[in-house]
């Protein structure tokens, strides 16, 4: 069964430093989204990708991260700087391309760690 | 604006005896309603969803869900839970919006089984 991968599953940075996380959907589905999880708190939406084009970034904070999906298959979320409070669970999911609403296909997250 | 709440931040239930969890959502159009759930370090998997027409739905691992639009309401049910169903479980809206649909989850409601 096709799932969503991503890496790395675990990250500790120090504040102030660079990191990245890597997205694969599955296989053919045009819809990536992004999504930040809190402890305690269900998943907010960060980027929404409609193949290489973002549809929906509004809750994206700009100033330090950054999204992109060049060729529209995978895609990599950065935070330059990272700060204490970006300490949580990112989640990337897929969904395939209709006309309608399609569900998600959610991967294991990456777990960022701040100190 | 669209919102889902679940009342209810953890539920304890006895082994085999049954479950329901809530949820009330906030949406002015005909809703696409979504379940799912979250084992510890892990993504989300979908338990159920409902997009029209028969307004009891049935999920996997013996999962059922009511939509009540009197209520506003799309809460989930089991019969008979077992040990493994202790996770974090998630309500969730699908929202049209202007660039396409969006999910909009709920706080979640963590379940905890005891012998």
């Known amino acids: 069964e096709a799932e969503v991968a991503q890496s790395p599953r675990y990250k500790i940075t120090e504040k102030s430093q660079a990191v990245a996380f890597w997205c694969d959907p599955i296989s053919g589905h045009a819809t990536l989204y992004w999504y930040r999880q809190i402890l305690g708190q269900g998943p907010e939406l960060l980027v929404q990708f409609q193949d290489e084009s973002v549809v929906d970034d509004s809750q994206l904070p700009k100033d330090r991260f950054s999204a992109e999906r060049l060729k529209g298959v995978d895609s990599t979320l950065k935070i330059q700087p990272a700060e204490l409070g970006d300490s949580a669970m990112y989640l990337c999911?897929?969904?395939?391309?209709?006309?309608?609403?399609?569900?998600?296909?959610f991967g294991p997250g990456t777990r960022l760690t701040v100190t | 604006a669209q919102s889902v709440t679940q009342p209810d931040i953890h539920i304890t239930v006895s082994e085999g005896a049954s479950l329901e969890l809530r949820c009330n959502y906030s949406?002015?159009?005909?809703?696409?309603l979504f379940w799912y759930v979250q084992s510890p370090g892990q993504g989300l998997q979908l338990l159920l969803k409902?997009?029209?027409?028969?307004?009891l739905v049935q999920g996997i691992k013996g999962f059922e869900a009511e939509f009540k639009r009197s209520q506003s309401s799309f809460n989930l049910r089991k019969p008979s839970v077992h040990w493994s169903d202790a996770a974090e479980y998630f309500c969730?809206?699908?929202?049209?919006?202007?660039?396409?649909?969006?999910?909009?989850f709920g706080a979640g409601t963590r379940l905890f089984v005891k012998a």
């Open positions: 999911a897929s969904s395939p391309r209709t006309g309608t609403y399609n569900e998600q296909y």
């Open positions: 949406y002015g159009a005909t809703p696409y």
């Open positions: 409902y997009f029209s027409g028969d307004t």
């Open positions: 969730a809206v699908g929202a049209s919006l202007s660039g396409g649909f969006k999910t909009i």
